[in-house]
């Protein structure tokens, strides 16, 4: 027998290449099944993401709920149904009247008004440019945010020649304004990315100066180095003028709490296997 061509089973161990993986996936067991108090969140075998497990894994312990309450019927199955629209409302309605939000008192929106006065600020808007290191797939992030560092260092130099952001900008940016020399016009909080609008308008220190910035800006797209070169500081309404924003946001924030406090007490509840649960994720309770 040609023992070339005829290999034992026994013996396999994938294609044989010095990167493959598939032996070291053939050997792992599959990932277990989990449960809320007895109810499979998946058929054997199948290997949801973690994501889709906890939602999954809440939704079930919303409908066990309304079927406690008598508001849903008993499943007769071992896996979690699929719900159709009229269980989901039910279930929404249920959560509803379980989970008590209070409305903000006058106190504590002029509280949060006082301490967060450059949220409201309206018309204001900078002349930025900017050079965008970005994270990519596979990047070395640690060298990468040297690199930017490295940069930051060079233009943050008193003295350092007019034209040089421009010049790093078109050499180093990821961003096409690098080929304006990193610049994006005018802006306001709506044009940034959250984590960006936070640092360059909502903060007390944003809200004044122009130049380099000192430090590295890190957003979901990269590492950014700002340049302020002109500013509109808009103007800063009274709290009255803000007030149903304010309680709209205070009640937002209220009603969050109570939704993970209500989810916390159903999971503490609950005998849960195959996967840790902590509080409200389930888009059925946001």
Not at 132 to 152: C, I, K, W, Y
Not at 164 to 183: I, K, T, V, W
Request: with cysteine.
């Amino acid at each position: 027998m040609d023992t070339l061509t005829s290999p034992s089973p026994a013996v396999a161990q994938g294609c044989g290449s010095g990167s493959c993986q598939c032996a070291a996936a053939a050997a792992q067991p599959p990932s277990p099944t989990a449960y809320v108090n007895g109810i499979a969140l998946h058929a054997p075998g199948q290997q949801p993401d973690t994501a889709t497990l906890r939602e999954l894994a809440y939704t079930e312990l919303l409908r066990q709920q309304a079927v406690r309450q008598g508001l849903l019927p008993r499943h007769p199955g071992l896996t979690t149904p699929e719900l159709g629209e009229a269980e989901r409302t039910v279930i929404e309605t249920m959560v509803d009247q379980e989970v008590v939000t209070p409305r903000p008192v006058e106190d504590e929106g002029r509280r949060y008004h006082e301490a967060h006065k450059p949220q409201f600020v309206v018309g204001q808007a900078l002349h930025v440019r900017h050079i965008l290191f970005a994270v990519t797939p596979g990047v070395n992030v640690q060298a990468l945010a040297v690199h930017a560092e490295r940069a930051l260092l060079e233009l943050s130099h008193q003295g350092v020649a007019p034209g040089r952001f421009a010049q790093l900008a078109a050499e180093l940016s990821n961003c096409p304004s690098g080929a304006q020399g990193g610049d994006l016009g005018w802006i306001t909080p709506d044009d940034c990315a959250p984590e960006l609008a936070t640092e360059l308008f909502h903060l007390q220190h944003a809200q004044s100066g122009t130049g380099v910035h000192p430090r590295l800006f890190h957003t979901r797209f990269g590492f950014h180095i700002i340049d302020v070169l002109e500013r509109r500081s808009g103007t800063q309404p009274a709290y009255e003028e803000v007030r149903e924003r304010i309680a709209a946001l205070l009640t937002m924030q209220s009603r969050a709490r109570a939704l993970h406090q209500y989810m916390s007490l159903l999971v503490g509840e609950a005998d849960i296997e195959g996967l840790a649960l902590e509080g409200a994720d389930s888009p059925l309770v946001q």
